[in-house]
């Protein structure tokens, strides 16, 4: 605050003020104004989050809690006698197939949804999505392909029944994408009774191929005979953007997916050659009849016709 002016020299009507004014010792604490509310007390009111807390104090999450870590890192359990140092890396790569499945039927369950409500534009966002996870699958068989076939053979009998054959989400993904095998369900036996129910819910429901033609037909194109549906498609490759966007989206998710088939096949043969797999079935001769798999087949077929 400054000092006190010169009462001789202050204009009139401060001299009394001046004269009123307490001295103010130097060495003094400051005082608190109390007509000014302190800094925090001036802060406006956050808005009702619901009790979240944004920062380290007061929070009821952590990074480790919210993803459950603990938990989450405590599966890479292995089974060889003795140890084998790369089968920790061989079940890492397969926990994570079965992570980005889960999310891969997730994002394709709605993008089918999405199409059976007439929305081409949010179906083709999600499939896009499932295109780049697809992408991170294949890198992913690149980090098997650094483990020697002398590597994996080191725990291999130990694996004795499971196999990648067994995979229940991996099947999910063929039937919902519209290959659909029923014989699975019984081929399938180790899977549990709510493995089997997933399996016959997704041979249930609609497909995407199902769904895609649902959205034709919604938008006036013929989709019942096979006819129909070639001159529709046609259609839609000279007139419709965007369900010609959408049908290449749902071409790229097939395309990927026989990519990674071939990649894996390509990578089973580098390991074990022609042994049979350790579920029983033929190893890479079976993986090798399955690249022929298509899930959109009148997709690729329009291709002689445009």
């Not at 001295?23 to 007509?35: F, Y």
């Not at 499945?101 to 966002?125: I, K, V």
């Not at 295109?131 to 294949?138: A, F, I, P, S, Y």
């Not at 419709?240 to 089973?268: G, I, P, Q, Y």
Request: hydrophobic share 45%; glycine share 6%; charged share 25%.
């Amino acid at each position: 605050m400054p000092a006190p002016r010169d009462r001789d020299h202050a204009p009139p009507g401060d001299a009394r003020r001046a004269e009123a004014a307490p001295v103010k010792d130097p060495d003094a604490a400051p005082e608190v104004d109390d007509a000014v509310p302190d800094a925090a007390a001036a802060r406006p009111a956050a808005p009702d989050d619901g009790g979240a807390h944004f920062g380290e104090q007061g929070g009821r999450l952590s990074y480790a809690s919210y993803l459950r870590l603990p938990d989450l890192l405590a599966q890479q359990v292995t089974v060889a006698e003795p140890v084998a140092h790369d089968e920790r890396l061989f079940i890492t790569v397969h926990q994570v197939y079965e992570l980005w499945f889960a999310q891969c039927l997730h994002e394709l369950g709605a993008a089918r949804d999405a199409m059976l409500a007439g929305d081409a534009a949010t179906s083709r966002r999600l499939l896009v999505r499932v295109h780049v996870v697809e992408r991170v699958l294949l890198g992913t068989v690149e980090v098997l392909e650094t483990m020697t076939p002398q590597d994996f053979l080191a725990f291999r009998n130990a694996l004795a029944p499971a196999s990648g054959f067994q995979s229940v989400q991996y099947r999910e993904l063929e039937f919902l994408s519209g290959a659909r095998d029923p014989t699975y369900l019984t081929r399938m036996a180790q899977a549990s009774p709510a493995e089997r129910a997933a399996l016959q819910r997704r041979l249930d429901e609609p497909s995407l191929w199902e769904a895609f033609l649902a959205l034709l037909s919604a938008r006036g194109l013929p989709v019942e005979a096979d006819d129909d549906r070639r001159a529709s498609l046609l259609a839609v490759a000279r007139e419709r953007a965007d369900l010609w966007d959408l049908a290449e989206a749902l071409l790229e998710h097939d395309a990927l997916s026989a990519r990674w088939r071939s990649r894996h096949v390509d990578m089973v043969e580098r390991q074990i050659g022609t042994r049979s797999g350790t579920g029983g079935s033929s190893g890479a001769p079976y993986l090798r009849s399955r690249l022929a798999l298509r899930y959109f087949p009148e997709l690729w077929d329009l291709r002689s016709e445009l």
